[in-house]
């Protein structure tokens, strides 16, 4: 493409034309930005800068700058940015014969971010985030304000920036003050909330998508996203044309819909085959099945078209309203497909009926109980569990329109990877046929899998994923218990990396932890370095912030209600409500400021480190000792005298300081040639140095302060 074109097509260069005129007026703004939003040296005497920590300026010229004065520079001539980075810039395979499309992701730093609730902020300062402002510019986050944040991005080393759902989601039944953007509502099309009015009505929220995956792609970062393909809204715009693709109850079953109990069985277990009789003996289960009913369209056909047209004739109506009006049925939500879960039903979601009929290990149980009754669809531990539980008839229809989803991102925004929300329940064949038309596309493209379990990696690797999530959330932070120090050594095991997080959109947050900012930042640093996993940074995290984004895994009590009661977010979450992170911390650049060293030592040892042959855990003089050490040895080279040596230590105290005996044994031996002399790369507490404390079986003496990191080359 010669580059008159690109710039005519470019969404970003279009955007960068739509923001030009507004530069130069005679308005005043007291638009306020946090100064973290700077990281790439905004012109000062375009700004006004306030004591704690906001820049005020003309929102026009901010971001027109940041695309103008510091992504497009670094864009080469005649290049497309809009389609996926690996083919804007082919990679040439591994001869590994492990080698999987998409395994680039080994060598990334991952941020994952909430649009909406990452690009927050107050700007005219009255109180709230409004929809419409002082400027009638959006208070809540979009693409065009997330610009400003790839340069703080970069600064910390992120090379992808995995994003939270951006499709359209449904208000019905939502949950806090915007609803979840997880009850999807339309998987084809993007939150229209997220579209941003200061770039005006002709330039639409799909081209501000298209220009924000443009400027990543210009800076050397991937774009994931998260897909939902096993739960839909309970109002979507799929059930006008495929009532049957959803399971149906009676009106006045709704109040008493819960998931059954099974008093035979434990607390919370996975539906595994063998406890199907078991679950089928439970009057609750029968009592839960009868609340059932066939979708309208089946009860009646003609019925059903006639309301249809009606819907269609005055589309400002709510179609549910007719169903339950005509029919007396309802869509019916979703919840745990773990047996005996207490969690309440998902009232704002719906599964998709994956099978058109029931799971075949279940006719059994049916017929012993209801003989040849036709019982209609229901929503049970093993109808939606369908990696244990699969029917004869497919619905290949709905298969056939989850499957491009993927594709349908990738050819119109250029995306370079997803995570599967909850894939591993689904069908090993409607899974396939997700990642292999994907694949088709871009052999490239990255698979997260939503796998918590590490002893699931290899049979997620098995499937075609490159990595999965792990469980990193709930041991790291349990670095008292020794977790912490289980997990690091265990990782380079597993047959697929995984995330090395101390923290995730549905946890708690680290610095409300044990060990507050000490362990926080500790861990943060750390995860760079972890063997076989990939470090994964959750919004707000930079920031030290303390109000997590849900309760949805590993809360404890009082979670959400950890702000000062005076703090204007006091009680809310994220994901479900206006929410700003705290931006103006006083300790708001420390993070970034320390991964921007940190991050540049990852990327000249990344090569190394990802060959897992390279990599040696280190052991202390006795176990008891606070600290993790660990170490990678760089090949041999002809040209070199000598190995570099990549050392990484931790005091896992965030109280005290430590002294502590490194046993370099199985480094010396890996490595043949050897010095006494280091070099003190990194620490949070000192700046680079020499270090001579080896002894005379040339291991290395070390004091840590609490929580202290030290990067050390030999």
Not at 692 to 714: A, G
Request: hydrophobic share 35%; with cysteine.
């Amino acid at each position: 493409m010669n580059k008159t074109n690109r710039n005519q097509t470019s969404k970003l260069n279009q955007l960068l034309n739509i923001l030009k005129p507004k530069i130069k007026t005679k308005q005043v703004y007291n638009y306020t930005v946090p100064d973290l939003w700077n990281a790439w040296d905004y012109d000062e005497k375009k700004i006004t800068k306030t004591p704690w920590g906001e820049l005020i300026v003309n929102p026009y010229h901010f971001y027109h700058e940041v695309i103008k004065s510091y992504i497009l520079p670094k864009a080469k001539k005649n290049i497309d940015y809009s389609q996926p980075i690996h083919q804007i810039f082919p990679i040439e395979h591994s001869k590994d014969y492990s080698y999987l499309g998409g395994d680039w992701i080994k060598k990334s730093v991952v941020y994952s971010m909430m649009i909406r609730a990452s690009t927050s902020w107050d700007h005219d300062r009255s109180g709230q985030l409004d929809h419409s402002n002082l400027y009638q510019l959006k208070e809540t986050g979009t693409f065009i304000k997330t610009l400003v944040l790839l340069p703080l991005l970069k600064k910390m080393g992120v090379d992808v920036v995995y994003m939270l759902p951006i499709s359209k989601f449904s208000l019905k039944d939502k949950k806090g003050e915007l609803g979840s953007p997880y009850g999807v509502s339309n998987l084809f099309e993007l939150d229209p909330n997220l579209k941003d009015p200061i770039s005006g009505d002709n330039f639409t929220v799909d081209d501000e998508f298209q220009a924000f995956v443009e400027a990543c792609h210009i800076l050397d970062m991937k774009v994931m996203i998260d897909i939902i393909p096993r739960t839909n809204a309970v109002e979507n715009d799929l059930i006008l044309d495929h009532p049957e693709w959803f399971y149906w109850i009676k009106c006045e079953e709704y109040n008493d819909y819960f998931p059954p109990s099974v008093p035979s069985l434990g607390p919370i277990l996975s539906p595994k085959p063998q406890f199907l009789e078991q679950v089928y003996q439970s009057h609750h289960v029968w009592k839960h099945i009868r609340k059932f009913s066939f979708d309208p369209k089946t009860l009646d056909s003609e019925k059903y078209e006639l309301i249809v047209e009606e819907y269609r004739h005055n589309p400002n109506q709510s179609f549910l309203e007719l169903i339950k009006k005509s029919y007396g049925i309802q869509i019916a939500p979703a919840f745990s497909d773990h047996i005996n879960d207490p969690q309440p039903p998902w009232t704002d979601v719906t599964f998709f009926r994956m099978y058109l009929d029931h799971p075949v290990l279940t006719h059994k149980e049916l017929k012993k109980h209801v003989g040849d009754e036709v019982i209609p669809p229901y929503i049970l531990f093993d109808t939606i569990k369908n990696n244990y539980y699969q029917g004869n008839q497919p619905n290949i229809e709905l298969w056939e329109t989850l499957s491009n989803v993927i594709p349908y991102y990738q050819s119109k925004f250029g995306i370079d990877g997803a995570r599967i929300d909850m894939g591993h329940a689904l069908s090993n064949d409607l899974l396939d046929m997700i990642l292999s038309k994907a694949r088709q596309i871009d052999p490239n493209f990255c698979f997260i899998a939503e796998e918590l379990e590490s002893s699931n990696a290899q049979k997620a690797r098995e499937s075609g994923y490159n990595m999965i999530i792990g469980p990193g959330f709930t041991e790291e932070p349990r670095f008292q218990d020794r977790r912490l120090h289980a997990f690091l050594y265990d990782v380079h095991h597993l047959s697929c990396p995984l995330f090395a997080c101390g923290e995730t959109h549905d946890t708690p947050r680290l610095a409300a932890r044990k060990g507050g900012r000490n362990a926080a930042k500790m861990l943060t640093i750390l995860n760079m370095f972890v063997p076989n996993a990939i470090p994964f940074i959750n919004s707000g995290q930079e920031v030290y912030e303390l109000q997590p984004m849900n309760i949805g895994l590993d809360a404890r009590p009082n979670e959400r209600y950890l702000l000062d009661q005076n703090d204007p977010f006091y009680g809310k979450l994220a994901l479900f409500d206006k929410y700003a992170f705290h931006y103006l911390n006083h300790m708001r650049w420390d993070i970034a400021d320390n991964l921007d060293i940190v991050s540049r030592i990852r990327k000249q040892y990344i090569d190394t480190m990802v060959d897992l042959n390279n990599y040696y855990p280190i052991g202390f003089e006795h176990m008891s000792i606070n600290c993790i050490g660990f170490g990678y040895v760089e090949p041999h080279k002809i040209d070199q005298q000598n190995n570099n040596i990549l050392l990484i230590f931790a005091n896992t105290d965030p109280y005290h300081d430590t002294y502590c005996q490194a046993n370099l044994y199985q480094i010396r031996e890996a490595a043949k040639n050897y010095t006494r002399k280091a070099n003190q790369l990194y620490s949070q507490y000192e700046p680079a140095r020499d270090l001579y404390d080896f002894d005379y079986n040339l291991n290395l003496n070390l004091y840590l302060k609490p929580s202290e990191v030290k990067i050390i080359k030999i």
